[in-house]
């Protein structure tokens, strides 16, 4: 079956510094790629919609310059915590459909990030 | 604000037995809802979907129903096995591959 991944699986940054997450579809493209953010004991909330070849599409609420999206490929999008605080520690996962049922969006594996 | 809620943040259950997970929504425009399992360390994979104009789906031991006026569905898994354990969340469509989460409820199926 179609396979997303995400790296890292897990990274521990410093408050004040960026860091990458990539998210690649390993066997399909994906022209549009979704990412979610986990809190302990909360529920996965979309964040933003990665487009490639355009801008992404940030739900209320996000910060653009914050969480920088960066659709490069058809294969991969990444997202960037930059000037990462404590407070955006959190499971961070993305999604990308594949077929043309809403039952065909793929998850990956997820990313724990946790800013010391 | 919480559109899609599973109240029971756990469940064990016998082998053998049945597993009801429960999910309420707030929302009446929802038209579609999915459920997912998730494994630790892995990203959710795709279990059953239900549409509002059905009130049930089945598919193999797992069966979703959808009460709308109550707002509320449920998926049931019969015989429940060990390897059912994981979380469980379900999800409301709001748009093309976009969804609302539950918060998840995690099922322990005891051998």
Not at chain 1, 76 to 102: M, N, R, W
């Amino acid at each position: 079956g179609a396979v997303v991944s995400q790296h890292p699986s897990w990274v521990i940054c410093k408050s004040g510094t960026s860091v990458k997450i990539e998210c690649r579809s390993l066997d399909f493209q994906a022209t549009t790629m979704f990412w979610y953010r986990q809190f302990p004991k909360q529920s996965l909330m979309l964040m933003a919609t990665s487009n490639e070849g355009s801008k992404a599409t940030y739900e209320q609420g996000v910060e653009k310059d914050k969480f920088l999206i960066n659709h490069a490929s058809l294969t991969l999008s990444t997202l960037t915590v930059t000037s990462a605080h404590p407070e955006d520690s959190s499971f961070y996962i993305c999604s990308a459909p594949q077929g043309a049922k809403d039952t065909e969006a793929f998850f990956g594996q997820g990313t724990r990030l946790t800013v010391v | 604000d919480q559109q899609v809620k599973q109240n029971s943040p756990s469940l064990s259950v016998q082998e053998g037995r049945i597993s009801i997970l429960n999910c309420d929504y707030t929302n009446s425009m929802f038209d579609y809802f999915l459920w997912y399992k998730k494994y630790p360390a892995e990203g959710p994979t795709f279990l059953i979907s239900i549409s509002s104009i059905k009130d049930k789906n089945e598919d193999g031991r797992f069966t979703v129903f959808l009460n709308k006026s109550a707002k509320h569905l449920s998926l049931h898994i019969v015989p429940s096995q060990p390897g059912d354990s994981a979380v469980y969340f379900c999800a409301a469509k709001t748009g093309t591959y976009k969804y609302i989460f539950g918060t998840g409820t995690r099922l322990k199926v005891l051998a």
